[in-house]
């Protein structure tokens, strides 16, 4: 298994990233470039990296994927806000996922269960609602999201959220 991986990792080192999951659920993520190496000692993946290294229990990683980072990959929505705008990618809008927007206001409603989403960037005068009656996995990266109005933030989801 690590020389399939470390074969993976030859692949133009900017453009990719090394994501490691358990059961959808995101655990690690950092750009090839970036790790020096990773070893599996029996029990423990040690990664180390630009930050200083990672400790995963073997027993919960359940897949390694190298991802082209250079395009948004079609498997999480991305919401982005920009002042007083915010733009959303959704590739689950024929699939269950409904996004809408209203400035910088978004409201997701889904009936679609385990949707990944990444919400980052910057509003001072913006909000994000999700109505969905399934979990979902949220990533904030990088966001500072402020609202006069209402809750910044307002999960309206009878279930678990899943946070990275």
Do not use: W
């Not at 002042?83 to 978004?106: R, Y």
């Amino acid at each position: 298994m690590s020389a399939l991986l470390l074969a993976c990792m030859g692949l133009s080192a900017q453009e990719y990233h090394m994501k490691v999951y358990n059961n959808a659920f995101l655990l690690y993520d950092k750009g090839v470039s970036a790790i020096e190496e990773f070893r599996f000692d029996g029990t423990r993946m040690n990664i180390n990296d630009e930050n200083g290294g990672q400790h995963l229990n073997i027993r919960d990683i359940d897949s390694i994927v190298f991802r082209q980072e250079s395009a948004h990959i079609g498997d999480t929505v991305y919401i982005t806000y920009n002042g007083s705008s915010v733009n959303v990618v959704n590739p689950f809008s024929n699939s269950g996922v409904e996004a809408s927007t209203n400035g910088a206001d978004v409201t997701v409603n889904s009936t679609m269960a385990n949707v990944p989403y990444v919400v980052s960037g910057s509003s001072s005068n913006g909000s994000l609602t999700f109505n969905s009656s399934n979990s979902f996995y949220l990533a904030l990266s990088d966001l500072s999201l402020t609202s006069g109005n209402t809750a910044a933030i307002n999960i309206a989801s009878p279930v678990v959220v899943y946070y990275g």
